[in-house]
T-cell receptor, first 113, second 112 residues
Framework: QKEVEQDPGPLSVPEGAIVSLNCTYSNSAFQYFMWYRQYSRKGPELLMYTYSSGNKEDGRFTAQVDKSSKYISLFIRDSQPSDSATYLCAMNSRGGATNKLIFGTGTLLAVQP | DTEVTQTPKHLVMGMTNKKSLKCEQHMGHRAMYWYKQKAKKPPELMFVYSYEKLSINESVPSRFSPECPNSSLLNLHLHALQPEDSALYLC???????????FGPGTRLTVL
């Protein structure tokens, strides 16, 4: 079993739709949770960063962490064609100088105009 | 400034060449990373530097040689690469004890 599971998609939605992206994980030591957006042939861009459980909102993006279920989500409201990209979840545990991020496989999102 | 810069953007090299990839950040981060990313795969960790010292080498072949000359710069020296080493090479940085890492735009490497 992989440490982090993410549906690879592709996920195709019409413009304006609410998008839900999800990851599950198995390591209960994970405390830091990130969502990255990666456009084709570009580096990952940090979208959301949350610590432990709870919700965090930034504009059209909301990140949710449920540590009891080992489940994290990213919601995109009023999706735009410019949101078309691969979305990677990533997580790690605190402590030490390693900070090794464990990534999901990424979900490819296409928002149709 | 949350920017990590990488040069060059693209690099084509033969299997006998020696080249270097460069990464720079001015966020005061003391942890820096090299990742390799193949198409449709997540980034794969290669090396971690913490306080300018190598702290993780993920069993990377010796034809890849990292160097951290100071707290802002990270280099990856390449020698005798194989065509399967063609990939997007990403640099990232973070605070040593923070979870979030900031990535650069990457260098797209092609080995002929």
């Amino acid at each position: 079993q992989k440490e982090v599971e993410q549906d690879p998609g592709p996920l195709s939605v019409p413009e304006g739709a609410i998008v839900s992206l999800n990851c599950t994980y198995s390591n209960s030591a994970f405390q830091y949770f990130m969502w990255y957006r990666q456009y084709s042939r570009k580096g990952p861009e940090l979208l959301m960063y949350t610590y432990s459980s709870g919700n965090k909102e930034d504009g059209r993006f909301t990140a949710q962490v449920d540590k009891s279920s080992k489940y994290i989500s990213l919601f995109i409201r009023d999706s735009q064609p410019s949101d078309s990209a691969t979305y990677l979840c990533a997580m790690n545990s605190r402590g030490g100088a390693t900070n090794k991020l464990i990534f999901g496989t990424g979900t490819l999102l296409a928002v149709q105009p | 400034d949350t920017e990590v810069t990488q040069t060059p953007k693209h690099l084509v090299m033969g299997m006998t060449n020696k080249k270097s990839l460069k990464c720079e950040q001015h966020m005061g981060h003391r942890a820096m990373y090299w990742y390799k990313q193949k198409a449709k795969k997540p980034p794969e960790l290669m090396f971690v530097y913490s306080y300018e010292k190598l702290s993780i080498n993920e069993s990377v072949p010796s034809r890849f040689s990292p160097e951290c000359p100071n707290s802002s710069l990270l280099n990856l020296h390449l020698h005798a690469l194989q065509p399967e080493d063609s990939a997007l090479y990403l640099c990232a940085s973070s605070q040593v004890r923070a979870g979030e890492q900031f990535f650069g735009p990457g260098t797209r490497l092609t080995v002929l």
